[in-house]
């Protein structure tokens, strides 16, 4: 499985402070429950990456650029769910 292959797998996601002073990412699938426990600045540098990659993503999409006017873009068809 790479970066840029699909999957039928569907999942949910949760991101939230622990008890501890972590930042924890709980993933949840059919037979995996996942808990990914990261410092606060761990936690920031991620969030730095999914921005980063979201901007990489945002660019790549054929059309016009957002606010750019047109029609809206439909919703992704990601399988994640947050809770």
Known sequence: MGINRESEVAANLQIGPTSLGMVRLYIEAEGVDLPLDFEPDEAEEIAGELLAAAAK???????????AGGAPRKAGRGKGRGR
């Open 57 to 67: 993503a945002r660019a790549a999409r054929p059309g016009p650029a957002p606010g």
